[in-house]
């Protein structure tokens, strides 16, 4: 696993822990943890490529 991906993977997986803690009702609060997630999940993916070419 990658050095961006370690430092990732923890908070990504708490936030999906405290979103499927969330009641479905919850839509707006719900969308916010997967942008925050999706974020992060891009973050990942733009440092490894950007290290793939260092």
């Known amino acids: 696993m990658s050095p961006v991906r370690e430092h990732y993977n923890p ?3 708490q936030l999906l822990r ?18 925050r997630i999706l974020f992060l999940m891009t973050t990942i993916k733009m440092e490894e490529f ?5």
């Open 50 to 54: 950007e290290d793939s070419y260092s």
């Open 18 to 35: 405290e979103h499927d803690r969330l009641p479905h009702e919850n839509v707006a609060e719900r969308k916010n943890f997967q942008r």
């Open 11 to 13: 908070i990504i997986t």
